[in-house]
């Protein structure tokens, strides 16, 4: 069965302490994403990559950053986490293996909490 | 702008009462519609991909289909286990990687 694990479900953090949400993917995907999700927002895209060590911003990079340093696993910083940032954060991935059309999996998500 | 509208925001049935979740969407050139499934605390769960304006999907009493401004998420016979909301998203021919989600509609169906 396939899975993507996120290190947390629930974080509280104080406003200005960085932040890491790991995510892991046992796909083998090369497309991996963070979102966050707000009430009547949708999910909005923050970074995704498509590749080891590459990323690309997404609708609302400011504030965050990635890494992904090995094919399995995409990192989220909160660089300064603020208040604006508590909410839902989801990772997911996706095969390249029918182009770039393809469905997305998604983790359980972190809810997280600045204070 | 790409975007995606759904509506309703909520739809509450009885069991076995049927209906159909919208999904309008404004994207310069489709490259695929997706729709979701989210359980409450829990990430979206994928249910279809539909690529082509007449194109549709089944499962269970799942139904999705699409034009070329929308799709429709038809639900037949619901059963409170189909009780989530229900995701639609985009992919633009000009956006790369990008998809581009609506906001849900949350269903509750009532046993």
């Known amino acids: 069965d396939v899975k993507v694990t996120q290190s947390s479900r629930y974080l509280v953090k104080r406003t200005g302490e960085k932040v890491f949400l790991e995510c892991v993917q046992d796909?083998?995907?090369?497309?991996m994403f963070w979102y966050r999700q707000d009430p009547g927002l949708g999910l909005r895209l923050i970074y995704f990559?498509?590749?080891?060590?590459?990323?690309e911003k997404g609708d609302i990079p400011e504030g965050y950053s990635v890494s992904r340093e090995k094919k399995e696993r995409f990192s989220l910083i909160l660089e300064s986490a603020s208040t604006n940032q508590t909410s839902m954060y989801l990772c997911?991935?996706?095969?390249?293996?029918?182009?770039?059309?393809?469905?997305?999996?998604f983790g359980p998500g972190t809810r997280l909490t600045v204070l | 702008e790409d975007q995606v509208t759904q509506s309703p925001e909520a739809l509450r049935l009885q069991e076995g009462e049927s209906s159909s979740l919208n999904c309008s969407y404004t994207?310069?050139?489709?490259?695929?519609l997706f729709w979701y499934r989210q359980d409450p605390g829990k990430g979206p769960e994928f249910l279809f991909t539909?690529?082509?304006a007449g194109e549709e999907k089944e499962k269970e009493r799942l139904k999705a289909t699409l034009t070329k401004k929308e799709s429709f998420l038809h639900i037949t016979a619901p059963k409170p286990e189909d009780s989530a909301t229900y995701l639609c998203?985009?992919?633009?021919?000009?956006?790369?990687?990008?998809?581009?989600f609506g906001a849900g509609t949350r269903l509750f169906v009532k046993a």
């Open positions: 997911a991935s996706s095969s390249r293996d029918r182009g770039p059309y393809n469905e997305q999996f």
């Open positions: 796909m083998d995907h090369e497309n």
């Open positions: 990559s498509y590749d080891v060590k590459m990323k």
């Open positions: 994207v310069s050139g489709l490259r695929g």
């Open positions: 539909l690529y082509s």
């Open positions: 998203a985009v992919q633009a021919q000009t956006g790369g990687f990008k998809t581009i």
